[in-house]
């Protein structure tokens, strides 16, 4: 845990924690807050930071556990339980940056079903339903691309997409439907061996029998665990109806793109919210840290496909 020692103290004295089960960091404290100082000054000097600054801000706990992250002293980063997804994003991306092969930083969540009800699996990967207001096609077929590829490393099977709209095979015409049959086709450009079905509604892309009629041929056939939204406001929508009608457990916002593994939290999480992110993101930097398969490979962009 990252912050003012006395103040995390006495949280875990009332909540009835041994303060000694803790491994706690004061930047005040800590031996390397002024190499991280040097290193923040050198990375954004060329913004206009000055060394002054640069010390004062990795005295902060968001800024100084994101430079533990970036020097390697930490694997990943959980945060936002008491700071804002824009001061939390922007942290990241100043100061652990983008993986290589991103030109974005998206989100997803984890979607987790006690029961599997009708559906044939109980996990799946909703993206986005975080940061990104109004995704161009080609924003989108990153977004799609990135969540498949975490779907394979946490859902530990092969990912199937759909790109969700409210028409299934052009059976309506919108600029809308367009830009989701466009980012598609991205997608398959840069990743061919990914199962991925363009334009599909929810129903096509959950049930196999409602594909068969719908939209046959689907790569996916109605088997869809990575589901992606055309925009922010039917991805934030859509994760809050399973979660609070359907009963799921939405882990999340996790952050994708980043060089390494970064979450976000709503202000208003709960204790479960907290735990079951943390789990998700020690598990995607374990996940990350491991040798890469032969399954991946790199598209024409360098954007990695799984």
Not at 116 to 125: D, E, G, N, T, V
Not at 278 to 299: F, H, N, Q
């Amino acid at each position: 845990m990252v912050g003012d020692r006395r103040r995390i103290v006495a949280c875990a004295d009332a909540a009835r924690v041994e303060p000694s089960r803790l491994n706690v960091i004061d930047p005040a404290e800590s031996s390397a807050t002024w190499e991280y100082a040097e290193t923040l000054y050198m990375l954004r000097r060329h913004k206009g930071m000055t060394l002054d600054g640069a010390r004062e801000a990795v005295l902060t706990p968001l800024c100084h556990a994101n430079m533990m992250v970036r020097m390697g002293h930490a694997d990943g980063i959980v945060a936002g339980a008491v700071h804002t997804t824009s001061d939390v994003v922007r942290h990241a991306i100043q100061i652990i940056g983008l993986h290589p092969s991103s030109k974005l930083v998206s989100s997803f969540f984890l979607i987790l079903f006690r029961e599997p009800a009708q559906l044939r699996s109980r996990a799946f990967i909703f993206a986005d339903c975080a940061l990104v207001v109004d995704p161009s096609a080609d924003e989108l077929a990153q977004i799609a691309m990135a969540a498949a590829d975490n779907a394979r490393r946490l859902l530990a099977e092969e990912p199937r997409v759909a790109m969700l709209s409210f028409s299934t095979n052009g059976s309506a015409e919108h600029a809308v439907v367009t830009k989701v049959v466009q980012a598609a086709r991205l997608v398959k450009t840069r990743c061919p061996g990914l199962a991925i079905d363009e334009d599909v509604q929810v129903d096509a892309a959950l049930v196999s029998e409602i594909a068969q009629r719908k939209l046959p041929g689907s790569a996916v056939n109605g088997l869809a665990n990575v589901l992606i939204f055309p925009n922010l406001e039917a991805g934030n929508i859509g994760y809050k109806l399973v979660e609070r009608l359907g009963g799921a457990i939405a882990v999340g916002p996790i952050l994708q793109g980043l060089a390494k593994p970064a979450s976000d939290l709503s202000r208003g999480c709960s204790e479960e919210d907290i735990f079951n992110v943390i789990a998700v993101t020690a598990l995607g930097a374990a996940v990350a840290s491991a040798p890469k398969k032969a399954y991946e490979s790199t598209g024409g962009d360098g954007m990695t496909c799984p």
